[in-house]
């Protein structure tokens, strides 16, 4: 309401003032124009007063002159035609009169010329001359209208005509001109009339048209009856008067006034406009005057008002320069989008310059159609709904969320667009503001994959302890229940032997379990390194073969391993931790994979060229077990992870040998995959790059004269592979699959005089199996050829039938050429070969052995002491590190075997201990073997181990048999302290 | 009368396309032992009343035969032209004094006349008419005359208290003066008409011959002519201030009747026998309410009359009879011949002796200022390329406002030298 008020407040003034000074004009001026109108009236009556005194002078002349001339003719004696013409022609030049009459009694005129002429002076009709002096108008037989002015004289003769009276006649330009009456610059007309209206005579000059100036005005004039009568009655009354008129579309001023002889009236009728020309010209001027001061003062105030509204336009033109500059400033460096909508057809009236870098979207397109962004939207085809807009109130607002494409790079992103809808200077607008919230987005989607992997890790570690806490428990329940039954059927020699195993092998799951803990959580610290050295794959393999075999022989499983190509025998890499990662995906396989199964484990080289220092490996390990679900193999290498299914649910498991090798394969650089289907097996991949040793010399083969041999299995491929490795030998390699086959190959070769320099068996084959085939090779060929037998078996059942048949040794599947070359060397060196026998420990290897150990835990070192003992060996006891020391600096050389040394022991470490030992000044300082026996199992422990000097490292618990291979190894004759180094066993 | 005068000859036209075929005609002449004349007229001329009684007087008296030839007058022109070349000219000649006379080279094939006894009973207009740019006279006057001017109300006009213009400032006067009462002063039949402007015309060139020789000559165009401008801006003056009434676009020949007879009207340009031949007898106003005064259109301070267009007869000086034909020119102009031929004939006099002929009052009232101010009527007649139709359209053209008043002279320039063209072109063989 003040708005509506304050707005209306200054026109309304304006209004107001030029209302008043309107009015004030008004009255003003018409104050002016009534004395305008006096004034001009007097004005008139005046002027044609002096005409009337004029007239009335000119009158009174004529007749005088008349009257001397009648003086004149009374007393010439006879008048002649010529004085009296030169007469009559001098006066004419100082009068101004057109002709001289001389008028008989009957009314007849006589010019000096002698032409004759009736006139009617006394308009009596009857001709008489005139008694007294006359005035009359008089038409001429040419037709031309004249004024005669006459007078009696005496009656006298000219030219024989008589005379009484005498006359002069004047035109009306003659009158005209000698009136000289040019008031009202020639606009007014001025007439002599009768008190009839008959016009006498007329100023105007050029002539006149009006007969009746009375009848003119009845016809003309607005005049009515009763005014004209009037002014009729003035006339005859020799009254003057003054009116005004409209006579045609002029207003007029009629003025009559008596000329004073007979009844003859002056009359004028002057233009109203002409009457006041003066005045009015003085009326204009000052109304121009006033006009023009006013105009000055409102074009002053007007110019004033706009110079000031200019310049406070320019400044808010600059302002709205500054901020729009400003704004567009601001947008450019903001992701934030404005916009301006007309309400009504949404015509964009602005749109912020940042809208190309955000949306791709160029600022004239926009703002020609706003629904270019419509090819932006991802998920709707309208920006926003008409509807929507619609029901937004004025003043109000509403925001959604939208996801836009950036046209040019093709990249979504978030927006909130806020819609406001307001009245700017009574327009209803609408404002967009589409606010980037990519990042915001993006972050709410990072922190909500955080919290669904932190619920997810939660709930994985929660089903975990859950796990943990049953699997712990369910080993500690036995060992728990076992060692209570134990100790009431102490009695009785099997129950206790049957209790100690189940207790032992509740212990060795109960310890892999803390192992795979303890290995993850180190992994997952980052605290894990890899120990790249030199080793053979051919070991790594056996090795595998070793520890795997036995346990898909226990569920009668396949167990297969293949080499295809010829991958380098020698590598560079972390053995330890490559046979982690084997270890676990065969174990797994063999795990999960139902009695009767089938594990096949492919080795082969992806991509190596001989120039190339780097070899990349494919280790696959497939299985016919139970598969994984779809869902599961995305989580198979996720911490914590096992599938739930009923088989799943009966086999134990930490949930993190996956993961563990996962981050292992990482940490080698390599990749993992995983092919599975439910109920159809799984199919592990893991592809790691080693570098290259410098190569052997290979030529060794040529040099033993080893260049033929037959290769004996029932699978071909195996054959063929054999082949493959032995590729770059020298050695011709014969193929046969079959024993009879084997045989009639040997025999013919045998005949032929070329025997096969070594025969290789498999050993189990359809119908004749290695061993039938060795004995009828040997019956048939002789004992020179070595023959060996192929085998993923234990052999150690059927080495007496073996060696019986005349095999002369064993090798484990599967075969390389370095392997084969190491088992057949000392067949063709002629030593004794023990090529197995030499990995077996000895039965009595602890028997009669003393061990120095260093151990702080009391109860530790009594296990440790009884288990020995009863293997037949002794040992000192030393509670740690220091004391260890000082023992065996303080023994003789020989007394001590070995020493087994804790680790983490008070007073000096096992490590500080064996530096010591080494550094110490005994004679057996440097070649005492010195055995890590610690809890400290990780490879980093191992490699910590052999940098004190140890010689190998033993995990606790103490297993037996890896103790008995260890001591085994280093104990045995000619074994060095150096032989081996860096084994480690758990 | 001229619309009357059209008409007679429309109808005389199609009379005599029913009686005779295309062509020349030749009337026989009544047998005899005088000679025989030939006379060459166009056919509705020599069939006019008065030319037929007195060739029949002329056999009469003196045994002597007229042979009359006569072309129908879209032919005329060129007939008559190719009978002269080929040596087939008339004795006597009839035509009217206008430019087509050139094509006849009258220099060359007719007698002048100037001595002859008749020229003193010749009245001004008509000799005037008949005499050509040195004041040698062609032929005899011998066709109904009438007087064209300023024809006004007089009853009216002295009711008004008013009087008739004496000279133009007076006209002017009058004219505002009557605009003032409410009545039209002038009925202007400005559609389709155009003879008021030849009236103005006349003194210019009648008074300065020299000028109408260097129009026709195209030495000088009509914008060269002062007086000619001073016209096209009295009338563009007059039109503005009213004084052709309001509705003058629409006025044309059959509004002018009604307008002087109701009164709405006090003045028209007009000719004396229109009164007989086209005013309604039961108006108003009739014959004897109006009264005569010259034309006044700013090209003549006193005014001017228009004298009646005239067909003269001439002499061929080659023929064979040229005395013979002298001698019947001499017998047309024997007061008792002529005044028996026009005996009851309403029109102006040719011939100050003429007495049996019926005279407008009108006329005889305002001798002294015909005698005065009439012109030979020398702009339509003489004038090379002058067309009253193109006249109209260039006023139109200025009365409506689609051009000024120099557009109007210029209009009136190129619309006559458009004429000439087409006449030549249509004069090519």
Redesign the interface.
Known sequence: MKKWYKKLLTPVLLCAVMAAAVAIGAVYFGFISKRIDEDSAVHLQEIYGQVNNSFGSFVDRNWGLLNEWGRRFELAEGLDRASVTAMVDQERERWGFSEFYFLSADGIGMTPAGEKSGMDLCGSGDGQSPREPVMAGQTLPSGQEMVVFAAPVASGEYDGFGFDAIAVSYTSADLAQSLNVDAFSGKANCFVIDDEGGVLLSTRTGGNVFRNYLSYLRAASDLTERELADIQADWAAGTSGLVRCRIGDVVSCILYQPVGYQDFVLLSAVPQSAVSAGFLSVQRTTVAVLVIIFLLVGAAAIGLLLLRGQRLSRKNQTELQYRERMFDVLSSTVDDIFLMLDTGEYRVDYVSPNIERLLGIRVEDARADIRVMEKCTIRDNVIIPREELDSIPLNGNKYWECEYRHQGTGEGRWYRMTLYRMSIQDVEKYIIVLSDRTLEQRMNQQLQDALNAAQSANEAKSNFLSNMSHDIRTPMNAIVGFSLLLEKEADDPEKVREYTRKITASSHHLLSLINDVLDMSKIESGKTSLNVDRFSLPELLEELSIILLPQAKAKDQTFTIHVQGAPPEQILGDKLRLNQILINLLSNAIKYTPEGGRIEFLVCEVDHSAQSQYVKLRFVVRDNGIGMSEQFQREVFAPFSREINSVTNKIQGTGLGMAITKNLVDLMGGVIQVESKLGQGSAFTVELTFALPEQEEKDTWYRQKITRMLVVDDEEEICLDIRELMRGTGVDVSIRTDGAAAVEAAVQAHRNGSDFHVILLDWKMPGMDGVQTARAIREKVGRHVPILVLTSYDWSDIEAQARDAGIDAFMPKPFFASTFWQTIKPLFTREESRPVEAALPAENVLAGRLFLVAEDNEMNAEILTEVLSMEGARCEVAVNGRQAVEMFEASQPGRYDMILMDVQMPVMNGYEATRAIRASAHPEAASIPIVAMTANTFAEDVRNAMDAGMDAHLAKPIDLDAMRQIVGRLLAPGAGADDDKGDSIS | MKRGLFSAMLLGLAMALLLTACGGDTASAPAGDGVTLTVLGKKTDLEKSYMTRVFDLYEQATGNRLEIRSYEDSDFETAAAKDFADGKAPDIFLHFHNADLNRFDVAENFLTLNDEPWVEDLTDGALAYCQDGRGDLLGLPFWENSVSGCYYNKTLL??????????Q??FD??CQ?L????YTPICWPANGCSWMIQFALDPVFADQPELLEKLNSRQIAYADIPQVTDMVQWVADAADKGWFGGSFLQTGWDEISPALASGEAVMALIWDTWFYTDLEQDGQYTLDDFALMPVFMGTAENGTYEGGNLNMMMVNKNGAHVDEALAFLRFCATPENYNAAFDGISTVSCFKGQTTNIQSGMVTDAA??IAANERVSTAASRIVGYSSDDVAAAFEALLSGRTDVSGCVGLLDEYRLAEIEAQSAADQP
């Open positions: 002295d009711s008004l208290g008013l009087l008739p213009a004496a000279n400032t007076e006067m009058l003066a605009a003032e009462t409410g002294a200022s």
